[in-house]
């Protein structure tokens, strides 16, 4: 999976969850955002 990326959310819990979707809300869903974990969501 290569790509560019404008945000990088370590983790993927609750919290990740929920920054990703914030961060989607402030950019109005023109930022790339990328989940980094271990596991299945």
Known sequence: MNGQ????????GAGA???AIKASE???GKAG???VG????
Do not use: K
């Not at 271990?38 to 969501?41: E, F, K, Q, S, T």
């Open 26 to 28: 402030l950019t109005e």
């Open 5 to 12: 990326y404008d945000i990088v959310i370590i983790g993927r």
């Open 33 to 35: 955002i990328a989940m």
């Open 17 to 19: 969850f929920s920054s």
């Open 38 to 41: 271990v596991g299945h969501i």
